[in-house]
């Protein structure tokens, strides 16, 4: 029943700015204020989570965090902090960055594909941050039960998910300024961006060993250097990972006195 009400929830989050755009013919600005809400309005309960499952669950990953070496949390004192900079810097880019381009758009006289209509943005925002406060509440029946595995990738889907609509933002607005078909642009973006949510709530593909395939062509890629072949790399890099995550899910039980006494 809990997946059940996850999947209804994030559908229907899912489906707010892409009904706004297009059914109740909401312009670009006011489809993207609503999607700037949703994405912070997202990692605000991502840290919410975080914040109960430490508590509830405290691990070592939240307190010392073994990053992958690509992570820049990894720097940070604790999970939620290095979680909280990193979102909430790039929101307010986000937000600096639609409010100059919604500005230099209007001057530049595509005002009604621009144009905000901020009652929209209200009835939008207030819906979107309903239906995530519904999941956040459910989500605490089982949050105590879950490994910090399932915080960490919650996590990095929140991140991944802000650099995609930062990223697309700037294209998209790029491509309305340069184009004379701005409506039909922003209702591919409209239609990527959707795609991407439903992509995030299906379960991630790990295989255990390397796919035969793969490892061919880039064996064949990489034939004249020396060192491990390709599945070989790989099985290193998954015992590698392994050990990082047993790491972070070590209990953490002087939590509160700032040593690990496990």
Same mark, same amino acid.
Request: charge should be positive.
């Given at each position: 029943?809990?997946?059940?009400?996850? &999947?209804?929830?994030?559908?229907?989050?899912?489906?707010?700015?892409?009904?706004?755009?297009?059914?109740?013919?909401?312009?670009?600005?006011?489809?993207?204020?609503?999607?700037?809400?949703?994405?912070?309005?997202?990692?605000?309960?991502?840290?919410?989570?975080?914040?109960? $499952?430490?508590?509830?669950?405290?691990?070592?990953?939240?307190?010392?965090?073994?990053?992958?070496?690509?992570?820049?949390?990894?720097?940070?004192?604790?999970?939620?902090?290095?979680?909280?900079?990193?979102?909430?810097?790039?929101?307010?880019? $986000?937000?600096?960055?639609?409010?100059?381009?919604?500005?230099? &758009?209007?001057?530049?006289?595509?005002?009604?594909?621009?144009?905000?209509?901020? $009652?929209?943005?209200?009835?939008?925002?207030?819906?979107?941050?309903?239906?995530?406060?519904?999941?956040?509440?459910?989500? &605490?029946?089982?949050?105590?039960?879950?490994?910090?595995?399932?915080?960490?990738? +919650?996590?990095?889907?929140?991140?991944?998910?802000?650099?995609?609509? $930062?990223?697309?933002?700037?294209?998209?607005? &790029?491509?309305?300024?340069?184009?004379?078909?701005?409506?039909? +642009?922003?209702?591919?973006?409209?239609?990527?961006?959707?795609?991407?949510?439903?992509?995030?709530?299906?379960?991630?593909?790990?295989?255990?060993?390397?796919?035969?395939?793969?490892?061919?062509?880039?064996?064949?890629?990489?034939?004249?250097?020396?060192?491990?072949?390709?599945?070989?790399?790989?099985?290193?890099?998954?015992?590698?990972?392994?050990?990082?995550?047993?790491?972070?899910?070590?209990?953490?039980?002087?939590?509160?006195?700032?040593?690990?006494?496990?």
């Amino acid at each position: 029943m809990t997946r059940i009400i996850h &999947l209804v929830t994030w559908l229907a989050v899912i489906a707010v700015p892409a009904a706004g755009w297009f059914v109740r013919d909401w312009s670009a600005g006011t489809t993207l204020v609503v999607y700037w809400f949703e994405t912070a309005a997202v990692c605000l309960f991502i840290a919410a989570r975080i914040l109960v $499952h430490q508590h509830w669950n405290p691990r070592r990953g939240h307190f010392r965090y073994a990053a992958p070496s690509t992570d820049r949390r990894n720097s940070y004192p604790s999970f939620v902090k290095g979680f909280v900079i990193t979102t909430t810097a790039f929101c307010v880019a $986000h937000g600096a960055v639609l409010g100059a381009m919604v500005l230099v &758009l209007n001057r530049a006289g595509t005002r009604p594909i621009v144009d905000i209509d901020w $009652h929209s943005v209200g009835s939008g925002c207030l819906s979107v941050l309903i239906l995530l406060a519904i999941d956040f509440v459910v989500d &605490l029946f089982s949050l105590r039960q879950r490994s910090f595995l399932d915080i960490e990738q +919650l996590a990095n889907r929140g991140t991944s998910r802000i650099v995609l609509v $930062h990223l697309v933002l700037l294209v998209g607005f &790029l491509g309305i300024a340069l184009t004379g078909a701005p409506t039909a +642009l922003f209702g591919a973006f409209v239609v990527l961006k959707t795609l991407f949510a439903l992509s995030s709530a299906l379960p991630q593909w790990e295989p255990v060993a390397a796919p035969e395939r793969l490892s061919r062509v880039m064996n064949r890629l990489a034939r004249r250097r020396p060192g491990l072949s390709f599945a070989e790399q790989w099985d290193r890099d998954r015992a590698e990972e392994a050990q990082r995550r047993d790491r972070n899910e070590q209990p953490w039980v002087g939590a509160r006195s700032g040593t690990n006494l496990a």
